[in-house]
């Protein structure tokens, strides 16, 4: 059975850190990409990051770029996602999601939530004083 499980939100104050995981299993699959997506109340889920399988391909929204970090460890079937200098409006429940029905996307390593297949079931990260 397919599952992603995030880990690692909670309460930070702006300018910490926090480190999020997205541990997958059930599926086997050659080439695939996990993406980082959030939600905060009242807005639309947005793309933050993805990383494909091969870890040679990542993809950032312009909002993250330079303050967070998306790896993955294959043998531990997790990506990570470093998140330094955060801000209030980083605040929201986060999603990991795997991407494998759309090649072209998986190369592109794409951060459109719907091109994604299977999702986690989120994390809260809150960022406040």
């Known amino acids: 059975q397919l599952q992603l499980v995030e880990s690692g939100g909670g309460l930070v104050q702006p300018g910490g850190s926090l480190r999020l995981s997205c541990k997958y299993s059930?599926?086997?699959?050659?080439?695939?990409?996990i993406g980082w997506f959030r939600q905060a109340p009242g807005k639309e889920r947005e793309g933050v990051s993805c990383?494909?399988?091969?870890?040679?391909?990542?993809n950032y929204a312009d909002s993250v770029r330079g303050r967070f970090t998306i790896s993955s460890d294959g043998a531990k079937n997790t990506v990570y996602l470093q998140m330094n200098r955060l801000k209030p409006e980083d605040t929201g429940v986060y999603y990991c999601?795997?991407?494998?029905?759309?090649?072209?996307?998986?190369?592109?390593?794409?951060?459109?939530?719907?091109?994604?297949?299977?999702w986690g079931q989120g994390t809260q990260v809150t960022v406040s004083s």
């Open positions: 999601a795997l991407l494998y029905s759309d090649y072209d996307s998986i190369t592109s390593c794409s951060i459109s939530s719907t091109l994604f297949d299977d």
């Open positions: 059930g599926f086997m699959l050659d080439y695939y990409a």
């Open positions: 990383i494909s399988s091969t870890a040679d391909i990542t």
